[in-house]
């Protein structure tokens, strides 16, 4: 069955602390890996990541793919407490399904 | 340009009836997909329609049915509620059905069932 899975499932953080999420995946027919940030309701979309090794970077943000590893790390440098919210990580296979791991639930503490 | 529109926000039903909730894609979007969000679940895929067809299914009761019209606007139906299906309900637009599509969220439906 396929899976996605998030860890940490919540972490609380200073503001300027740096902090790493992390998601592996065992997905049949994988095709891409996608971040989205959720705060009150619209998973707002991050990155989209189809190739090992070629990092994708947004500001303080940055991802990261290995898809010999099975997994991908979001980076978060210089924390706000904007960053705040769940972090969710998707994987789309063949079929265009994404599924998706439980979530990380980031808290920055001012 | 308008982001994916999904109405209504909130609904509140009871046992037994059903429901049918809406989503406008992006405009040019050709590709909408429903997820159901609950805190025990996670997000967890319903279907994918594309061109008017259903071209993707998750593993939900037969009683979660959608469609999509011309214009690429799809609706939900939720028919004999039960409890259990209090959630978000979330839809998602992407230009195509390309794998490597990013996927775009609306603000999702509340829905509760008492």
């Known amino acids: 069955e396929d899976k996605v899975v998030q860890s940490p499932l919540s972490l609380v953080v200073h503001e300027g602390d740096t902090v790493t999420l992390n998601c592996s995946y065992e997905?049949?027919?994988?095709?891409?890996l996608l971040w989205y940030k959720q705060e009150k309701k619209a998973p707002t979309f991050l990155f989209m990541l189809?190739?090992?090794?070629i990092e994708k970077k947004s500001g303080r943000l940055s991802s990261i793919l290995d898809k010999k590893e099975l997994f991908s790390i979001l980076n978060i440098t210089a924390t706000q407490t904007g960053d705040s919210a769940i972090y969710l990580c998707?994987?789309?296979?063949?079929?265009?399904?994404?599924?998706f791991g439980q979530g990380t639930e980031l808290s920055v503490k001012p | 340009k308008a982001g994916v529109t999904q109405t209504p926000r909130y609904l509140i039903k009871t046992r037994g009836q059903q429901v049918t909730l809406s989503c406008s894609p992006i405009?040019?979007?050709?590709?909408v997909s429903w997820y159901q969000q609950t805190p025990g679940q996670g997000l967890q895929f319903l279907f994918e329609?594309?061109?008017?067809?259903?071209?993707n299914k998750g593993n939900f009761p037969g009683r979660f049915s959608g469609r999509q019209f011309s214009n690429s606007r799809s609706e939900m139906n939720v028919s004999t509620l039960e409890l259990g299906d209090s959630a978000l309900y979330l839809c998602?637009?992407?230009?195509?059905?390309?794998?490597?599509?990013?996927?775009?969220f609306g603000q999702g439906t509340r829905l509760t069932v008492v």
């Open positions: 998602a637009s992407s230009p195509d059905r390309g794998e490597l599509s990013e996927a775009f």
């Open positions: 997905v049949t027919n994988f095709r891409s």
């Open positions: 189809t190739s090992s090794g």
């Open positions: 998707a994987v789309k296979n063949q079929g265009g399904k994404l599924i």
């Open positions: 405009s040019g979007h050709r590709s």
């Open positions: 329609y594309f061109s008017e067809t259903q071209r």
